[in-house]
């Protein structure tokens, strides 16, 4: 399926992205490409296979919630560049 480039510029604006016009061409090329993938597997008969979600029988393969030993208090706050009343201080991410 080969996809337009207006249909390109339509998926950008979605994403709320700006494109130049190389990577218009580029991606309109690559998107292209795996939408022939997807018709390819689209074309498999699967008639009678039953559906799965995994291959393999797992069931919730958990370990049981135990509390372990851990370091000291003191010593992650020894490691830490800045602490502020026994807690590590890290930098604001957002203003």
């Known amino acids: 399926m080969a996809l337009t480039r207006d ?5 950008a604006r979605l994403a709320r992205i700006a494109l130049s016009d190389d990577e218009v061409e580029r991606f309109r090329a ?15 008969d699967t008639e009678g296979v039953e559906p799965t979600a995994h291959p393999l029988p797992l ?4 370990r049981e919630d135990v509390i372990e030993p851990s370091l000291p208090r003191d010593a992650v706050l020894a490691n830490a560049p800045l602490t502020e009343d026994g807690y590590i201080r890290v930098r604001a991410v957002l203003e």
Request: charged content about 10%; hydrophobic content about 65%; cysteine-free.
């Open 7 to 11: 249909d390109v510029l339509h998926i």
């Open 30 to 44: 690559q998107l292209s490409g795996i939408l022939d993938h997807f018709a390819a597997l689209a074309a498999v």
């Open 59 to 62: 069931a919730n393969v958990m």
